[in-house]
């Protein structure tokens, strides 16, 4: 009390209001804060799941709750500037009407497209059926390219170009999703490099500093005290590998290098064998669903289970992948951080690639010329007269697999095992045990299915739509999961560490997701027989055409844009900023470096007098 | 209501000396009174100010239930001369100014030492740290660290801390090294 007397009579009258009316202020900023978090989706829900279960399983739901959001934007997105002005002009709102153009120079034989919508009395069945696989009466509905065989809304005296409006919405989309997750990323990123740059004291940090004092649930304690056991064994762990690492023999590395070498050749050789079954499973679904629908034959189950052959596949791989490729990890003696790291990745490019493979795959069918098919238009006009809803549909079974999947294993899989653990006290179950939460699993099946949403938005609009109640439902899915079967993990996982590396898959998955898309857009001929863009060659050339009814000066700046003259000297001003930025950040660590080296002299400096002070004592 | 009522049993003048003394405001000292009263069984709340509270009652309290060093902090600010480490209202006062947001990092380093030498004997020694460790990583058998393990890391604080080489941690090695530590500010602190 003395001492606080003291200091507290040091303080000026000015300080001190100044002091009191900071308090203040912050009080308020936090009520208000606590108002805002009732808007927030999900707010109270995801704050409840952090204090019993860890910041870690929170950031999935919080990256959840992000999806939803983005899917949700999307949808409007699409739904405003492509939908709207069809349904608005179907019903005659606002003196609007549609213009169809027909195609010019194009031969007959491209245009024909009758698909079956469902006419006159079929049975529930069929129905049941054509949802599930996107055929049917659901081809005709704005869900799929299909519908949008329009070339012009007019509304009133203004002409909508609706397929400049398809072209454009698409780009708008992807742009939008690149910029949130760049700027999500970008806390996470700044977070992890601050983390990752070796602390000074990290043990006395973790040990002096380590408890949070302001912890007054009983759970989050034993979660504290859980984490920070794990921290340090982790750490230490890590400690004593390093210097087995450092002491290894020349042999030793040798041997080393060369297993990694030889399980990678394995790892490599698993992955052709998963491509090229999707490959062939594609290949054998496409021909085999086609007769069948083209003949109207029975048998309707069997032609379910053929259309959804490559989904299943698909599945399966992305289910044993990952048990191989933990199970191989271990034999190549890394440290534990980098091995987690590693099976993920190595995951995440088997999930990402299969996407990639199945699209492939369909486009090769698409255009397959065998016996001269293409010459008229381009691709397969016999069996694919309108590809690109076939391409969504392929999408939108994924998708609805993928929903099955999810909310399946559940019901079969951890509610039995729960079960079964409770009621069971035999020693082989218990072994089992009851399941964790495995975050990175979890994690990458909803990016999965959001890199399927975002390739799929370009032939089936309204897919955003689904994607977003798929969220929804799965977010209450998962944690009804989360509080009935799961204990909470033995290994916490650091929150901004883990957030980061979501997002960064995340923009993985949206970078892969270009790829085809830009195959679609710009290099394989559109169907001439249906979409927006039968008057074009390909779908870019809308932009091109546009650019042309422009005035000339517009048209002069933006072709000159995309000339050499313009975008050499842009790229070597672009390369420069880049090189400078790289120079600073190179500066900033050097001068962290050596703050460093002078805070250990300083504290040399300290030890050496302390030490004349004590032999002055003596 | 409540906030009207019991300002009136603490005098002003002593609630100008308790703003005067410690780190805390006007509004915190009167929920620190609050929250203090409630200990109390009904008869004695009227002279709260002077009654002491047994331990166990203020280890009901949520900010200390699940503090691992709840008997160490009740131990450290007590200042009852009979040893049973009962707190008066002044005491609870000091342990709130210490652990509030405006302590300065000085005052919270001093006592988070006295908190974490367990023997009361001035150093950190490897026994202290020993319980420390203990304490972060929770009760029961198999939240302990192996003794190998928590040998290695004695050892790791001793080489980042102890600067004299004695093999103790005292009071203003102590400080230097949390001084040097970002998450010391923010988590010595409870908020009623």
Redesign the interface.
Known sequence: ?A???A???RLSRWKKWR??SS?SLKKALSEVKGLSSYLVLWQRDIHSIEGKFGTGIQSYFSFLRFLVLLNFIIFILMFSFVTLPIIISKYGIFNSTIAYISPKNIEENCTIYEPSGNKGLVYFYTYLKDLFSGTGFLEVTSLFYGYYTIDAVWISIMRYNLPLAYLLATFAYLALSLLWIIKRSAEGFMQNLVHDADP??S???K????????????N???LK??S??YE??TD?EE??LKQKIAERTMKEKLRIYSLRIFINIIVFAILLGCFYSIYRVTVFSQENSNVSIRNDTGTDSANLLVQYLPSMVITLANFIGPLIFSFLIRFEDYTPAFEIKLTLMRCVFVRLASIGVLLLSLWSQISDCGTDKCKPCGYNYKLYPCWESDVGQEMYKLMIFDFIVILAVPLFVDFPRKLLVTHCSCKLIQLFGQQEFGISDNVLEIIYGQTICWIGTFFSPLLPAIATIKYFIIFYVKKIILIHTRKPAARPIRASGSNFFFLVVLLIGLILAFIPLGISIARIPSSKACGPFRNFNTSWEVIPDTILEFPTVVQQILFGMASEAFAVPFFMIICIIMFYFIALARAHKQVVEQLREQ?VLE?RD??FL??KI?EAQR | GAMGGSASLIPQDLLSEYQELTFLSKQEILLAYKRFSELLPKEERESACSTRVPKSQILTLPELRANPFQHRICHVFSTSETGDDSMSFEDFLDMLSVFSDSATSDIKSHYAFRIFDFDDDGTLDRKDLEQLVNCLTGQGEESRLSSAEMEQLIQNILEESDIDKDGTINISEFQHVVSRSPDFASSFKIVL
């Open positions: 009390r001492s606080q007397q200091d507290t009579e002091r009191t308090k000074f004291q043990y006395c940090n040990v002096f500093a380590g408890w949070d004092f302001c912890i007054t649930d009983p989050a304690a034993r005290h859980r920070l056991q340090l064994q230490l400690e004593k805070l504290s300290k030890m302390i030490r004590t």
